[in-house]
C-alpha cells in the first residue's frame, strides 16, 4: 500500500473513532477555510475566481499542500453564476466579492395560511419567484431560467466532488464527509429564507399560532433536504447551521424552535447520518437542550464556554471549534498557538472532540497565514488526549 | 389624561396592545405638542428599561427588534400631535455598516436605542466605502462614529475607516465606536477605535458616556 493510500486510511479512522465516540490516536485537525480564503491567498481576484471554477482544483491544492489538515479543508457555499442567472435577491455580493445574505422576505405575513396548507406549492408559486427576480416572469422563461441554475448547480458541485476526491487522494486526505447536505433547521428555513429575521420576531408575538404552524408544516420538506437518495457511506454528516436560537428567548425557542428540529436530527440518525451542527453565536443556554439530541451529534461551537460545553455536552456528544478565528488576524504566532494549547487542554482530554476554529477565515485579510500554518503545525503534532 | 408611568412600564414589558391602547386614547384627546412630547419622552424610558432587561440577559436580540417596532409605531401615532416640539438632541452619530458587509439588523437595533436615548443618528446604510464616512463627518460633525459589521471581514474595513478618518484630519474630534459579532479587545486596538460592544444597549451607554 501506497504511503498516502496508508494515510488516508489512518486519518479516516482518527475521524471514524471521533464520530463513534471512541477516543482515536491523536485529535483530528479539521479546519474549514473557505474558497473566498484559498483565492485571495493564491492571489487571485474574488470577482473573478467564482467565474473560473475550472480553478478550483488548481487553487485548492495550493491549500492542501501549505496548510496541516486531516481533511478536505475548503469550505464553499455560494456560486454568483447561480445566483445571478436566478436574480437571487437572498445571495449577493457584497462591494469586496464576498457572496452573502441578506434579509430578505419571501412570505408575506398575509400568506401564512396559504403557506402551512401547502408549503411547497407556495414556496414554487409564491416565495421563489419573489427571491429570484428571474422567476418572476411567464413559465416558459421560468422554466429556462431554473433549468440553467440547475446546470450550473450541478456542473459546479460535480466539479467540487470530482476535485475533493482528487486532491484528497493526492494527499492522503480522510474518507469522511462532514457536508453531504446542509438544510435549515425548520425555524430558521422559516426566518431566514421566507419571513426574515426581523420579521420573525415579530411574528412569533403577534401571530405565535401561525408561526408554529408554519414551522411544522415546513418539517417535512427540510427533512427531505437533508436525506440521501439511498443508504450513506459510513462517516457521512449532514450539516445544519443553527441561527435563530440565541436571539430568542429560551421560552420561545423551547415552543417554536426546538420539537421540530429534534424530530430532524433524530430523523437523519435513524436513515444512518451523522449530524453535525454549527452552533452560532452563542448558545450555552441550551447546553441542555443540545445534550438532548441523539448520541454523538456534532457540535461545532462559536462563542461560549468550553470548560461548560466539555462538562454538559462532552460525554454524550462531540465538541468542535471554540477557536476563536480573529486571533488568527489580532495575534502573533505565539499568542496563536498558547491559545490552541488552552483549547486543547479543555477539550481533549476523554476524546469526544476534534479541532477546528469557531468558524471559518472568511477573506483573507481575516487570518494572517503564518498563525494559521502555526496553529494547525501545533495541533496535529501536539494534541493527544 | 396620559399616565407616563403606565406608559413606560408598558414599552418596557413589550406590551404592544397596551402601548398603543393607551397612546390612543390620548391621541384622542388631542394633545397639545408639549404634551405629546411628554408621551414620546414616557416611551423612550421605556427603552431604557428595554436595554437594562437585555443587559442582565432578561431580554434578547429578538426582543430589541419588537422594541424598536414598538417605538417605531408609538412615534406614528404621536407624530400628528408633536408639531414643532422635539426632544433635545444630546448627540450626534454617524452609523454604518462597513465596506465589504450587507448585514444591517444589529445596525438598526443600536440605531433606534441611540435615538430613543437622544441622539441624532445619520444612518449610511450597509456596505459603506470609508470614503462615505468621511464626506458624512465632514458634512454633519458628529461626537461620534458608529461602525458596524457581522462578518469577520469587516475588521480589516472598519480599520481602512478609521485610517481615513485620521488623513482626513477628522479622528481627533470624534469618538469611534465598533460593534458587531466579531469585535473584540485586540480588533478595537488594531483597528484603532475607542470602544467595542456586541451589545447594543451597552454601546448606547458607551455613546451617552461620551456626549455628557
Redesign the interface.
Known amino acids: 500500500m501506497s504511503d498516502v493510500k496508508a494515510l488516508a486510511e489512518e486519518r479516516t479512522q482518527l475521524l471514524a473513532d471521533v464520530m463513534a465516540g471512541r477516543v482515536p490516536k491523536r485529535v483530528p485537525v479539521c479546519p474549514t477555510i473557505t474558497y473566498e480564503y484559498a483565492v485571495e491567498y493564491t492571489g487571485n481576484s474574488l470577482f473573478e475566481a467564482f467565474w473560473h471554477m475550472e480553478n478550483f482544483e488548481k487553487i485548492s491544492d495550493i491549500i492542501c499542500r501549505d496548510f496541516y489538515t486531516d481533511l478536505f479543508p475548503m469550505n464553499y457555499l455560494r456560486f454568483p453564476a447561480l445566483y445571478k442567472t436566478l436574480g437571487a435577491k437572498n445571495w449577493?455580493q457584497?462591494?469586496?466579492g464576498?457572496m452573502?445574505?441578506?434579509?430578505v422576505v419571501g412570505l408575506l405575513e398575509e400568506e401564512y395560511d396559504e403557506f402551512i396548507e401547502s408549503p411547497y406549492d407556495c414556496i414554487m408559486e409564491k416565495v421563489l419567484p419573489r427571491i429570484y427576480a428571474n422567476l418572476d416572469t411567464d413559465p416558459v422563461t421560468r422554466s429556462i431560467v431554473l433549468a440553467k441554475a440547475f446546470k450550473i448547480f450541478n456542473d459546479e458541485f460535480g466539479n467540487i466532488g470530482a476535485v475533493t476526491a482528487k486532491l484528497s487522494a493526492k494527499y492522503g486526505l480522510a474518507n469522511v464527509n462532514l457536508f453531504s447536505a446542509a438544510p435549515s433547521a425548520p425555524f430558521d428555513f422559516v426566518a431566514d429564507q421566507l419571513r426574515g429575521?426581523?420579521n420573525m420576531?415579530?411574528d412569533?408575538?403577534?401571530n405565535p399560532e401561525k408561526v408554529e404552524a408554519a414551522v411544522k408544516a415546513v418539517t417535512p420538506l427540510v427533512i427531505k433536504m437533508g436525506l440521501p437518495a439511498g443508504p450513506p457511506p459510513p462517516n457521512t454528516a449532514v450539516f445544519i447551521p443553527l441561527h435563530m436560537g440565541?436571539?430568542?428567548?429560551t421560552s420561545?425557542f423551547e415552543r417554536f424552535y426546538y420539537p421540530t428540529f429534534k424530530e430532524m436530527v433524530e430523523t437523519f440518525v435513524k436513515a444512518g447520518l451523522h449530524v453535525l451542527l454549527f452552533v452560532e453565536?452563542d448558545m450555552m443556554r441550551y447546553l441542555d437542550h443540545l445534550n438532548d439530541l441523539p448520541e454523538n451529534t456534532i457540535m461545532w461551537f462559536e462563542l461560549g464556554d468550553p470548560k461548560l460545553a466539555k462538562e454538559k455536552v462532552g460525554k454524550k456528544h462531540i465538541i468542535t471549534g471554540f477557536y476563536?478565528?480573529?486571533?488568527l488576524?489580532?495575534?502573533t504566532v505565539e499568542q496563536c498557538v498558547d491559545k490552541a494549547k488552552e483549547i486543547l487542554d479543555i477539550l481533549a482530554p476523554g476524546g469526544r472532540y476534534f479541532f477546528n476554529f469557531d468558524?471559518a477565515?472568511?477573506?483573507f485579510?481575516?487570518a494572517k497565514p503564518e498563525n494559521l500554518k502555526a496553529v494547525l503545525e501545533y495541533v496535529a503534532q501536539n494534541a493527544d488526549y | 389624561m396620559l399616565d407616563t408611568d403606565l406608559l413606560t412600564k408598558a414599552v418596557g414589558d413589550l406590551d404592544e396592545d397596551s402601548v398603543i391602547k393607551q397612546l390612543q386614547e390620548f391621541a384622542a384627546t388631542n394633545p397639545s405638542p408639549e404634551e405629546a412630547q411628554k408621551a414620546v419622552a414616557a416611551c423612550q424610558s421605556g427603552m431604557g428599561i428595554v436595554g437594562e432587561l437585555f443587559e442582565q440577559g432578561e431580554y434578547f436580540v429578538g426582543d430589541l427588534i419588537f422594541a424598536g417596532e414598538l417605538l417605531t409605531n408609538a412615534v406614528e401615532i404621536l407624530k400628528p400631535y408633536l408639531g414643532g416640539a422635539t426632544s433635545e438632541k444630546i448627540g450626534t452619530i454617524v452609523l454604518g455598516t462597513v465596506a465589504g458587509d450587507l448585514h444591517d439588523i444589529g445596525k438598526n437595533i443600536f440605531k433606534s436605542m441611540a435615538e430613543a436615548a437622544g441622539f441624532e443618528v445619520h444612518d449610511l446604510g450597509i456596505d459603506q466605502p470609508p470614503g462615505n464616512f468621511v464626506e458624512k463627518v465632514k458634512e454633519v460633525k458628529p461626537e461620534i462614529v458608529g461602525m458596524s459589521g457581522v462578518l469577520t471581514l469587516a475588521l480589516e474595513s472598519m480599520k481602512l475607516t478609521v485610517d481615513a478618518l485620521r488623513d482626513a484630519g477628522l479622528r481627533d474630534s470624534i469618538k469611534v465606536i465598533i460593534g458587531g459579532n466579531p469585535v473584540t479587545k485586540e480588533a478595537c486596538e488594531q483597528i484603532g477605535a475607542d470602544a467595542f460592544t456586541t451589545n447594543a444597549a451597552e454601546g448606547v451607554k458607551i455613546c451617552q458616556g461620551w456626549v455628557k
Request: charged share 25%; proline share 11%.
Open positions: 449577493m457584497g462591494s469586496n464576498f452573502q445574505h441578506p434579509e429575521f426581523r420576531m415579530l412569533i408575538r403577534r440565541p436571539f430568542m428567548r420561545d453565536q476563536p478565528v480573529t486571533m488576524k489580532t495575534g468558524k477565515p472568511l477573506t485579510d481575516t
